[in-house]
């Protein structure tokens, strides 16, 4: 078996620093904790993190905030990367289309909005005619909040709580969580345990989680004008043969996973469903690590150049939210499970429905485009040749907003392995 090691090489290519940045780096000490906007009726205070937190009936501690939290948090209370969010109008107007459409669960209630950055989707709940919005952001972005909310004449409905979901009180239950949780891959940047925990915290039997669902594709990529651009450059320089460079160029521009768009076109097989996740019942333990096995058959013959992907969320309740049990499994198997099967699920992805939020190559791009893990070499493969193998995506143990990501995956008799941490 070949195996393509990580190397580190100085590079540093964060992608929080390279591209559209949602994790930065830096940290400073969180700011005025528990910041509030007017009251409304409903109680809450901030409690001590050393606290323990009933969940399912028993005693679980709550997360510390470490310093990489910190500096995760810190990232957000730079302007830009709230413009850069909000200006994403897929993202943007399908939270605002799908609160619309949930109407008749929101008006009257009340709401908890895990991670309400500038306010946006706390407002959107309050024109939806939320009783109460709790809206909570660890973030120093919570300040502004506060002053958004003011500006709008809506204190007396949205109340501010500058803290983690994991520290603040509330004293009642919710019945509507609404939560804009997804970094790169789905899961870079672990926020969706934040939503675990607010669900199990606050939410009544049978409320609503929005989104309700989410899931993570993958699939086999062939690039050869990014491969050649990066790579076969070096060929030929002014004249010059600095095909020398191309190891180097090959570990600085695919080492690590990339934030870039891609189209239908690159795609060479429907994709395998890498994770499903139902906001309901998934458990913050089942997140540390996520393994699947694919078997994808190539459907054209082209230089496979690695692997894609991408994820939609989905706002539809499926189940009727008021008798909901909400007991539907939320793992994924491989995909001969018809539910989770990637050409089954695209065909309920609709970008045309309101009611999911997709990043695939073929819909229209949002801030999160796509992630790329490139080979260092591509492989050519032949129409129907099978690529298979296995990837594991697990919380990084120096910070677990951070994501390893493990591959195996062989193809033309040819077996590799390609270690990628996104930092
Ligand atoms: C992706 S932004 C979304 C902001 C806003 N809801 C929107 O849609 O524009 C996520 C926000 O969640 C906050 N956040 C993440 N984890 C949190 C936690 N555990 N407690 C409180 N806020 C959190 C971050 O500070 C950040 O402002």
Known sequence: MNSSSAHTNGHHHSIGQQQAPRLGPGHRERG?????????????????????????????????????DKAYFHSYAHVGIHEEMIKDRVRTETYRNAIMQHRSSIEGKVVVDVGCGTGILSIFCAQAGAKRVYAVDASDIAVQANEVVKANNLSDRIIVLHGRVEDVEIDEEVDVIVSEWMGYMLLYESMLGSVITARNRWLKHGGLILPSYATLYMAPVTHPDRYSESIDFWRNVYGIDMSAMMPLAKQCAFEEPSVETI??????????????????????????????????????????????????????????????????????????????????????????????????????PTHWQQTLIYFYDPIPVEQDQVIEGSVTLSQSRENRRF?????????????????????
């Not at 904790?33 to 399912?56: P, Q």
């Not at 994501?403 to 930092?423: D, P, W």
């Open 32 to 68: 005025r904790r528990g910041a509030r906007g007017g009251g409304g009726g409903g109680g809450s205070r901030l409690r001590d993190s050393r606290d323990s937190l009933r969940v399912s009936g028993e005693q679980k501690e709550v997360a510390p905030c470490t310093e990489f």
């Open 263 to 364: 189209t239908g076109e690159n795609i060479l097989t429907w994709p395998h469903v890498v994770k499903h996740v139902d906001c309901y019942t998934v458990e913050i333990d089942e997140l540390e690590s996520i393994s699947t096995r694919f078997n994808f058959k190539s459907m054209m013959r082209a230089p496979l150049h690695g692997f894609a992907f991408w994820f939609d969320v989905d706002f539809s309740n499926f189940a009727t939210s008021s008798t909901n049990n909400h007991s539907s499994s939320s793992i994924t198997g491989p995909s001969n499970d018809p539910l989770t099967d990637g050409s089954q699920r695209k065909k309920r992805s609709n970008p045309n429905d309101a009611l999911v939020l997709s990043t695939a190559p073929e819909d229209p």
């Open 403 to 423: 994501m390893n990501i493990h591959l195996e995956y062989s193809s033309g008799g040819r077996s590799f392995i390609k270690e990628s941490v996104m930092r």
